[in-house]
C-alpha cells in the first residue's frame, strides 16, 4: 500500500508558500556594506564633488551635464493641467470637451500631447455614454418584444368571435385610413 506523503515531507528542502527561504536573512532596511564604506569616503566631499561636477557641466563637459540633469533632476512627470470642459455625460458635453481640448492646444494652454492624452480619457468617457445608451436601448426593444409576443400569444388563444362578420374583398382593397364598415373609425 503507497501512503500519501504530504509536498513538505516529500521533499524537505522544499520551501513553503509564503515563507521565506532564510527568515534570518537580511534585516530590512539595512544597508550594502560597499555603499557604507563609499559614502564614508566621500564624507564631507560630497558637497564640493557635486558642485565642481556642476561647474564642468556648465562649461561643456557632455558627460558629466548628462549626468547632472539625470541625477540631480527628477524625471519629468506628466503635469495637471486645467480646462474649463463643458458639463455633461451626453454626446453633446462630450463633443464640447473635445472640442475645447482642441482649442486649448491651438491657444497654446496644452501640449499636443498632453490633448492626446486627455482626448483618450474623453474617448473612454464616450465609449461609456455608448455603451449605457445601448443597454438602453437594447432593454427597451427586449420589453417591446416580450409585449408584442404577449400580445400575439393572446390573439391567438381568444376564441374567435362568432358575431363577426368577415370583411368582403372591397373593404380589404379601400385605402388605409377610410372606414371598413359604417361605426369603424381608423382616423
Known amino acids: 500500500m503507497s501512503e500519501h506523503i504530504p509536498p513538505s515531507a516529500a521533499n524537505p528542502g ?11 536573512g537580511r534585516p530590512p532596511g539595512s544597508r550594502n556594506k560597499a555603499t557604507l564604506a563609499a559614502e564614508a569616503l566621500l564624507e564631507g566631499a560630497l558637497e564640493r564633488l557635486t558642485a565642481e561636477a556642476i561647474g564642468l557641466a556648465m ?4 558627460n558629466l551635464l548628462r549626468l547632472c540633469i539625470t541625477r540631480l533632476l527628477p524625471a519629468a512627470r506628466g503635469r495637471r493641467i486645467q480646462l474649463d ?15 475645447a481640448t482642441i482649442r486649448a492646444v491651438a491657444e497654446g494652454v496644452i501640449s499636443p500631447l498632453e490633448a492626446t492624452d486627455l482626448a483618450e480619457v474623453i474617448e473612454a468617457q464616450r465609449r461609456t455614454v455608448e455603451t ?35 370583411y368582403t374583398e372591397e373593404e ?16
Open 85 to 99: 470642459l463643458p458639463e455633461g455625460g451626453d454626446m453633446d458635453g462630450i463633443a464640447a470637451s473635445l472640442e
Open 14 to 24: 522544499q520551501f513553503q508558500k509564503g515563507q521565506s527561504g532564510n527568515p534570518a
Open 59 to 62: 562649461d561643456g563637459d557632455a
Open 132 to 166: 449605457v445608451d445601448l443597454q438602453r436601448r437594447l432593454t427597451r426593444l427586449e420589453e417591446a418584444s416580450r409585449e408584442l409576443v404577449a400580445s400575439e400569444r393572446r390573439l391567438r388563444l381568444s376564441p374567435p368571435d362568432e358575431d363577426a362578420v368577415p
Open 172 to 187: 380589404l382593397a379601400a385605402p388605409l385610413g377610410t372606414p371598413a364598415r359604417a361605426g369603424d373609425d381608423f382616423a
